[in-house]
Structures are given as structure tokens and as C-alpha cells.
Antibody
Framework: EVQLVESGGGLVQPGGSLRLTCVGSKFTFSNYWMNWVRQAPGQGLEWVAT????????FYVDSVKGRFAVSRDNANNSLYLQMDSLRVEDTAVYYC???????WGQGVLVTVSS | QPGLTQPPSMSKGLRQTATLTCTGNSNNVGYQGATWLQQRQGHPPKLLTS???NPPSGISERFSASRSGNTVSLTITGLQPEDEADYYCSAWDSGLSAWVFGGGTKLTVL
């Protein structure tokens, strides 16, 4: 079964950094664009970032531009989200998902609080 | 960034039919259609229909999607208790080079 597993979430102070990892299995990871999507507590889904197959193209929602960076390591079937200068409003469950959202991870909670 | 427009809530009776709508513009929904996602409480989203309105394998035939201009619709027939969930639409916006989501519709099955 196609699977995505996220890790790296936790509690961080405002201004801090965190790196999320998403590992894919049972599919050819390198063939797919990949996404990060987040969901603040009690709120709807918000797209965060997208990366193309070889990592040469990245796209971000305006609110994270200059603070977050998406990358990938196809040799290890891994997707990353480096989050710097974190704000309270970045608190959310972060999901990784395949290109047209046909497969999702279980999500990882990021809490930004002092 | 602007998103897609969905009604926030809908209530329907058991075994009835629900039609959920999602409205965008010519750069997103009108450009390549939209996907529909279902999210049950405490679970990650699940894809119901792809941008060509076809369901992935394993999705009940009770779910179907259609598009008219800049609006997509998700129809759920024979509502069951397990259909109670939040439903989101999403589309790639060619003008923004970004995915946009609707705010979600909370479907209650009475």
C-alpha cells in the first residue's frame, strides 16, 4: 500500500526552527511532485508548498515565503520542510501529500508557543 | 491568497442526496477542474475525485463530481452516517502558481 509518513513535529518557541520529514514507500517517489499542506486547530486545509520531481521547482504560499524551504532526496524517498522564523500562526498539523492529493500522510503537529 | 468558495455547512437526512458546490475562477477551477477531498474527524483528508472528475479506486460509486464553468459539484447519493465529514475542493491556480483550497463544507447526516 502506498504510504507517506511524516516526522519532526513538536513544540518550538516563536522565532525558532523545525525541520519536517516525509518518507514515501510502495511507489516511485521520484516520479511525483509533492506537497505540504497544513491545518490549524479547528480550521480548514491550507496549501503550504510544492516541489517538482527533481527539486528544481518550488512554490510557496505567500505567508511562508522567505521562511520555509521545501526540498527532497529522491535516493531516500524523502521530502523535507525546513521551517525558520516560526510564528504562533504557523501552529498546525502538517501533512505531506502526493501531486494531486491522492495520497496523504497521517500528519505531524507543530506548535509554536512561548 | 484567494481561495475557492464553498458553503460552510449542509444538513441532509439519511439516504438522501447531497450536492456540494465549489466556485473558483478561470485561472483555477475553470482552468483544470478541481479535486474533492473528504476529511473525517481526527483523520487526514482522503481523495474522492480527481480533476477529471473520476474517482480513485476504492471510492464508493455514491460519490460523483461534475463541472460547469468555474463551479464544480460533488454529489453524494444514498447518504450514510459515515458520510458525515468535512469536504474540501482544491485546484491549481495557473495565475498564482499555487494550489488553492475551499474553506470546506461540514456535512451533517441527520
Amino acid at each position: 500500500e502506498v504510504q507517506l509518513v511524516e516526522s519532526g513535529g513538536g513544540l518550538v518557541q516563536p522565532g525558532g526552527s523545525l525541520r519536517l520529514t516525509c518518507v514515501g514507500s510502495k511507489f516511485t517517489f521520484s516520479n511525483y511532485w509533492m506537497n505540504w499542506v497544513r491545518q490549524a486547530p479547528g480550521q480548514g486545509l491550507e496549501w503550504v508548498a510544492t516541489i517538482n520531481q527533481d527539486g528544481s521547482g518550488t512554490f510557496y504560499v505567500d505567508s511562508v515565503k522567505g521562511r520555509f524551504a521545501v526540498s527532497r532526496d529522491n535516493a531516500n524517498n524523502s521530502l523535507y520542510l525546513q521551517m525558520d522564523s516560526l510564528r504562533v500562526e504557523d501552529t498546525a498539523v502538517y501533512y505531506c501529500a502526493t501531486d494531486v492529493f491522492d495520497t496523504w500522510g497521517q500528519g505531524v503537529l507543530v506548535t509554536v508557543s512561548s | 491568497q484567494p481561495g475557492l468558495t464553498q458553503p460552510p455547512s449542509m444538513s441532509k437526512g439519511l439516504r438522501q442526496t447531497a450536492t456540494l458546490t465549489c466556485t473558483g475562477n478561470s485561472n483555477n477551477v475553470g482552468y483544470q477542474g478541481a479535486t474533492w477531498l473528504q476529511q473525517r474527524q481526527g483523520h487526514p483528508p482522503k481523495l474522492l475525485t480527481s480533476r477529471d472528475n473520476n474517482p480513485p479506486s476504492g471510492i464508493s460509486e455514491r460519490f460523483s463530481a461534475s463541472r460547469s464553468g468555474n463551479t464544480v459539484s460533488l454529489t453524494i447519493t444514498g447518504l450514510q452516517p459515515e458520510d458525515e465529514a468535512d469536504y474540501y475542493c482544491s485546484a491549481w491556480d495557473s495565475g498564482l502558481s499555487a494550489w488553492v483550497f475551499g474553506g470546506g463544507t461540514k456535512l451533517t447526516v441527520l
